[in-house]
Every structure is written in structure tokens, then in C-alpha cells.
């Protein structure tokens, strides 16, 4: 199995900024999953994403996954302080079931 | 999606002594994972446990330090045992809930002196 890896790893932005972390594999995954942790929190499942090129939204949440299903992105538009936290994402390891955690951008925003 | 409730939630334990962290699903669940988070870091899979047979433990962990329990569909514990203040952590337990990814109990937050 190909755990994922995630960059950056810190994101300081000014409120109303856009903040983007990235997710890539050397693997084709089957999917990718996002979730948030908020400080002293613990993982918040956000979205899953399984097709090729698919685009999901969630409010200013915007999901991506890669046409080759290699790699994925959260971008957030125009940031705010309850953006604040840590965003994971996660892929398959041995099998859809076994789901390994990248190492986290911590999101940290400037009133 | 499933609840989970993790207790104790948070611990201070000295050195050599264990620790035992238990984990109630709401419902019944086939697999349950357990999770390592040290300060400002990923989740590090501890193991997997299934109901009625013995936890797949991940490399670098060994039962007789995190023994786990599955005893029935809704519950399960991890022991910590004989404790280091390298053990110092949070620790979760979570289920997988297919399309709905996984949910967390809240987590443990151990401090070992």
C-alpha cells in the first residue's frame, strides 16, 4: 500500500484569504477522504470522493480529486476564523476499509 | 452516523502503571480502529479490532503493550500497559462507516510522569 502525502503542513492566512492543501499519491486510490480536527478536537469527517475529476462543494469548501486519481485538494474561499484546525486527508492502504491519514495542514487565520 | 463515546477522556498516569480506554458505539460495527495522535501530528493506526477473533495489530505496536478487547459489536478497549512518558499521546477509537467515513470517539489524552 501508498499512504498519501499532504502540503503543506502549516497555512497562515489573514481572514478572507483562500487557503488550499494538497493530498498526492504514487498510486492510483479508489478514493480520498477529507476530514477536519479543530484544536483540542478530534477528526470530523468532511466529504469522500471516488470518481475521476470529481468536484464536490460544501459551502466555501471545494473538493478535488485528480483525472488520474492520484491526487486531491480542499480549498477554502475566503477564510474564517472557524476555518481554524487541522485538514487530513486519507486513502485506502491495503484495502477500501484500511484508510491511512496524511500528515495534516494545520490552518491557522488572522482576524 | 454512529456515536461513540471514549472515556476517560483524559488521564495522568505514572510511569509502569497501565491504563485501560474504553470506546461504546451506539450501534453494532464490525471493525473498530484505534489510533495514536502525538502533540501536532497525524493519526497513527494502532490496530484493528474485529468481534470474536484477535486485533491486527499495525508494525511497531505489540498486544502485550496495547492489549485490545472486542468482546461484542459495540465495544472495545486498548490497554495501555506498562507506561513511559513516551506513551504520552491522545488516543481514539474510531469505526468506519462506508461512505460517511470514519467516526471518532473523542479521543484520550494520556500524560504519562
Known amino acids: 500500500g501508498q499512504q498519501v502525502m499532504q502540503i503543506p503542513q502549516y497555512q497562515h492566512v489573514q481572514e478572507g484569504e483562500d487557503f488550499t492543501t494538497y493530498c498526492n499519491s504514487s498510486?492510483?486510490?479508489?478514493?480520498i477522504q477529507w476530514y477536519k480536527q479543530r484544536p483540542g478536537g478530534h477528526p470530523v469527517f468532511l466529504i469522500q470522493?471516488?470518481?475521476?475529476?470529481e468536484v464536490k462543494k460544501q459551502k466555501r469548501l471545494t473538493f478535488q480529486f485528480g483525472e488520474a486519481k492520484k491526487n486531491s485538494s480542499l480549498h477554502i474561499t475566503a477564510t474564517q476564523t472557524t476555518d481554524v484546525g487541522t485538514y487530513f486527508c486519507a486513502g485506502p492502504y491495503r484495502h477500501n476499509n484500511d484508510m491511512r491519514f496524511g500528515a495534516g495542514t494545520r490552518l491557522t487565520v488572522k482576524p | 452516523s454512529a456515536v461513540i463515546s471514549q472515556k476517560p477522556s483524559r488521564d495522568i498516569c505514572q510511569r509502569g502503571t497501565s491504563l485501560t480506554i474504553q470506546c461504546q458505539v451506539d450501534s453494532q460495527v464490525t471493525m473498530m480502529f484505534w489510533y495514536r495522535q502525538q502533540p501536532g501530528q497525524s493519526l497513527t493506526l494502532i490496530a484493528t479490532?474485529?468481534?470474536?477473533?484477535?486485533?491486527?495489530?499495525e508494525s511497531g505496536f505489540v498486544i502485550d503493550k496495547f492489549p485490545i478487547s472486542r468482546p461484542n459489536l459495540t465495544f472495545s478497549t486498548l490497554t495501555v500497559s506498562n507506561m513511559s512518558p513516551e506513551d504520552s499521546s491522545i488516543y481514539l477509537c474510531?469505526?468506519?462507516?462506508?461512505?460517511?467515513?470514519?467516526?471518532f470517539g473523542s479521543g484520550t489524552r494520556l500524560t504519562v510522569v
Open positions: 474510531s469505526v468506519e462507516q462506508g461512505v460517511y467515513g470514519y467516526t
Open positions: 498510486t492510483t486510490l479508489s478514493n
Open positions: 479490532a474485529n468481534q470474536g477473533s484477535e486485533a491486527t495489530y
Open positions: 470522493l471516488v470518481k475521476s475529476g
